[in-house]
């Protein structure tokens, strides 16, 4: 094994894991709600990237929102709640 590989292999170690903010569907919120809410939340979301999400889990029954740190993924997750939609994370394969 060359210095090279085992340097490049404890660098990726020290990344941070990123996790996966879903939101998953819901009968409950019009889609311009979901639409405002996800922009709110997450600020550099685009609104047609808002509503690919929103048309995503409506359709699908889930979508992703973003994938970032644990603490912006529970803050993110958190605040969709808040706000009536329902969110959960996991971890990124």
Same mark, same amino acid.
């Given at each position: /094994?060359?210095? =090279?590989?085992? =340097?490049?292999? #404890?660098? #990726?170690?020290?990344?941070?894991?990123?996790?996966?903010?879903?939101?998953?569907?819901?009968? &409950? *919120? #019009?889609?311009? &709600?979901?639409?405002?809410?996800?922009? $709110? $939340?997450?600020? #550099?979301? $685009?609104?047609?990237?808002?509503?690919?999400? /929103?048309? %995503?889990?409506?359709? *699908?029954?889930?979508?992703?929102?973003? @994938? !970032?740190?644990? %603490?912006?993924?529970?803050? &993110? !997750?958190?605040?969709?709640? *808040?706000?009536?939609?329902?969110? @959960?994370? %996991?971890? =990124?394969?």
């Amino acid at each position: /094994m060359s210095v =090279e590989t085992i =340097e490049k292999r #404890s660098t #990726s170690r020290k990344l941070a894991p990123r996790y996966r903010v879903l939101l998953h569907n819901d009968d &409950y *919120n #019009s889609m311009e &709600y979901v639409v405002q809410v996800l922009m $709110t $939340t997450v600020p #550099s979301l $685009t609104q047609p990237q808002a509503v690919s999400i /929103m048309m %995503e889990a409506h359709s *699908n029954g889930l979508a992703l929102v973003i @994938t !970032c740190a644990l %603490e912006h993924a529970e803050f &993110y !997750c958190e605040t969709l709640k *808040n706000h009536g939609l329902t969110s @959960t994370i %996991e971890p =990124e394969e």
